[in-house]
């Protein structure tokens, strides 16, 4: 019966004397070795398995032995650590099986200590739990950037502007933020189609975030067609400076805009505010002052930079 059940279990189990000598070899251990037991039973398991020795699971079989400790392999550090195979396509191709195995002290009457070792095959759950990962990150993705830009969102920025005001104030360095409308994108979408003002917004979009240079730096789309960029550690001269970049950068792009004034290209007005050491203030203040920027640009002509300070 016991040997019947032994082998009909869906569990590697293998028994080695003193010696470290295989004396029980079950069905399963067969199946996903390659390895009958008349090639196994009386030889040394590491001579079965060779690049076992000074692993963690030879370490693990000579506590069981020697002192009576038994031992659970944790499945993230030690993923597959016998050669053993789900099938011969996987043994063909190489791929081990994903195997969580706890070896325990057996006290045999009459003989010295033995130990059992149980393997078991944890591919399919290793499998789901990285499904799962892939899925969180990707939801996480998702929630911090914008759907048709790629860049971050307005949450993003919200969290990220908070962060680096707090950070600011602590650490007393400036901070500058920019607000950044595309000039006239009612008219453009009136003029060339939604589906191309999509494009469009996609190409300012991209190339802003392509002219900012540091790590930190962070640009996310504000809401329809406004941008904002959280600027640390860079004074109220500094973020003049990247936003007249920025400015040129959009114009650059020559993309036609036949319902504009002007150029008849597409344009950025931005508003700049910055929070210097000396004057500490609220992120709304901040917010309202590169606001109130923007619009002084948009009515001083569109496609310039504006600076209000908080
Ligand atoms: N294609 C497209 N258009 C958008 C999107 N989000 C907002 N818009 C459009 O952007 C336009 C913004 O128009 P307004 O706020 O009136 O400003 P404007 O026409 O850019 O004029 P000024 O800002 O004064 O230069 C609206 O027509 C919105 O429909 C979007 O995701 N895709």
Known sequence: MLEHVLGAIDVGAVVLDADRRVVLWNRWMAQHSGHPPAEVLGRDFLAVFPDLRGKRLDGAVRQALRDNFPAVLSQTLHKAPLALYADRAARSRGVRMQQAVAVTPLDVAGAARHCLIQVSDVSAAVHRERLLRDQAMELRSQTFSDGLTGIANRRHFDLSMEKEQRRAKRTGISLTMLMIDIDFFKAYNDHYGHQQGDDTLIR?????????????????????????????????????????????????????????????????SIGVATQSPHNPVEVVQLIGAADRALYAAKRCGRDRVVIENP
């Open 204 to 268: 300012v979009a991209n190339a802003l975030a392509g002219s900012l240079q540091r790590p930190l730096d962070l640009i996310a789309r504000y809401g329809g067609e406004e941008f904002a960029v959280v600027l640390p550690d860079m004074d109220s001269a500094g973020g003049a400076r990247v936003a007249e970049n920025l400015r040129q950068r959009i114009a650059q792009l020559a993309i036609p805009h036949a319902a504009a004034t002007g150029s008849r290209l597409v344009t950025v």
